[in-house]
């Protein structure tokens, strides 16, 4: 079975400054790795994922992401955050065969001005 | 190209009503599923399918059945509703490559049971 930790609820961030999220997974098996953004009232859109090669993953709108293995994370960045980066943003885990996704708790970001 | 929709967008249930929440995409994609969504739980797979006439259970299946005739459709039947079931309510669908697949998700049926 997998599991995904996202180990922040809440993350308030001045406007301009440098945002993290933080993402852990257990699994057993080869995973595949996502973060999706939720924008207020809206449904879920890709940001970034992990499939193989370098661990440095970047994304749409600046956001990149690294995979560690040895420490099982996939924690997402972005060295400057706008008003409109204010959303929450979930962290997800996919067997590499097969499409189910397990989710993480998600995380809200505030972007404040 | 309208890509997932879900209808109705929200929705007043009385405990023990039944209802259909129902779900379209035009991607011809082979994989369709539904998750909830709870604060501080993030979201939850209910039901899914890897193509028509092929549904099998996910995480939280109870209180939900599904069906997939077409292609295109993939509807979520409540048959009681209960308050527990009061939630948000997506719908998605990827390819089903295995590979990765990005998931295209609806806009949501947010549901209140009273």
């Known amino acids: 079975a997998q599991s995904v930790t996202q180990l922040d609820s809440q993350v308030p961030v001045f406007e301009e400054a440098p945002v993290e999220l933080r993402c852990n997974y257990s699994?057993?098996?080869?995973?595949?790795l996502f973060w999706y953004v939720q924008y207020p009232n809206q449904g879920l859109q890709l940001l970034l994922k992990y499939l193989s090669g370098s661990t440095l993953v970047k994304g749409i709108n600046g956001f990149e992401a690294e995979f560690n293995k040895s420490q099982t994370s996939f924690h997402l960045r972005k060295p400057s955050v706008h008003i409109s980066d204010t959303a929450e943003y979930f962290c997800a885990v996919g067997k590499a065969a097969g499409n189910k996704l397990t989710f993480g708790g998600g995380t809200r970001v505030l972007v404040k001005p | 190209n309208a890509g997932v929709t879900q209808t109705p967008k929200f929705q007043v249930l009385k405990t023990g009503q039944s209802m259909t929440l129902q779900c379209a995409q035009d991607m011809n994609h082979e994989y369709m599923s539904w998750y909830r969504q709870d604060p501080g739980m993030g979201l939850r797979l209910i039901h899914y399918?890897?193509?028509?006439?092929?549904?099998d259970q996910g995480e939280v299946p109870n209180g939900y059945n599904v069906s997939r005739s077409t292609t295109e459709d993939f509807p979520l039947r409540l048959l009681s509703a209960a308050p527990s079931q009061t939630s948000v309510y997506f719908c998605a669908s990827s390819n089903n490559r295995g590979l990765g697949e990005t998931q295209y998700f609806g806009p949501g049926t947010r549901l209140l049971v009273l």
């Open positions: 399918s890897v193509g028509a006439g092929i549904t």
């Open positions: 699994s057993s098996v080869s995973v595949y």
